[in-house]
Every structure is written in C-alpha cells, then in structure tokens.
C-alpha cells in the first residue's frame, strides 16, 4: 500500500496547488462566485479522494488478514458531492453551481492526468534504455 500513499501525496500536491491558484484567482479577478464554486468543489473532492484511500488502505489490510469489508465509502462520497451542490443552490450569489461540478471533477482529471503523464515518461525511459 505505500504506492497507493506515494500517488496520494502526490495527488495532494497537484490539488492543494490547483486550489491555492483557485483563490488566487478569487482574490484577484472578478469571477468571485466561480472560484469560489471552483474552491467548494475542490475541497470536497479532494475529501473525497482522501476517504477513499483511506478505505483502500483498510480494504487492502482486510484482504490480507481474510477479513471482508463492507464498502469503499461509495454512499459517504455522494452524500459529500451532494451537500456541495446543496450549498451551492442554496447561496448561488456566492458559488457558481457549474464551477462546483467542475470542481468535483478535479480529484479524477488530476488522477487521469497523472497517468499519462507517467505513462508518457515510462514510454520515453524505455526509448532511452533502446
């Protein structure tokens, strides 16, 4: 399972970098409520993304010692995912409901990312070792 912390950490690092030019941009542009969707969405999916490693690691310790697990946290994920959209319907003068979506995407587009990023590299290194 230290793989799985090692792309976590490094997952963070993307993330907390995203969200830091999120209020950035908040700060210093004039599209508040869209940053502000964008940092709500972030900051859950990025929850979201930490719970469920969380599980996987307990998942992965079950397995081990023969135990079952009932589940990943799929249910906690939603209901994480809903209460960002019901925050943003209930202020939309504050957070731009759109950007709250995009922003519950980021934990999956910085994973996805990260693929092809290393696999791009893995692809590069084996030319080199040619």
Do not use: H
Not at 31 to 48: D, P, V
């Amino acid at each position: 399972m230290d793989d799985l912390q090692q792309l976590f950490n490094r997952y963070r690092k993307y993330i907390l970098y995203l969200l830091a030019i999120f209020v950035l941009g908040w700060g210093f542009s004039s599209y508040q409520s869209i940053f502000m969707g964008l940092i709500l969405g972030t900051s859950i999916s990025f929850f979201n993304l930490w719970m469920m490693v969380r599980r996987m690691d307990k998942f992965g310790e079950a397995v081990l010692a023969g135990r079952k697990m009932r589940s990943l946290g799929t249910l906690s994920r939603m209901a994480a995912a809903i209460l960002a959209v019901f925050i943003a319907m209930q202020y939309p003068e504050t957070f731009n409901l759109i950007s709250v979506i995009i922003g519950l995407m980021t934990s999956y587009l910085v994973i996805v990312i990260d693929a092809l990023i290393s696999i791009l590299f893995r692809k590069d290194k084996q030319r080199e070792e040619r």
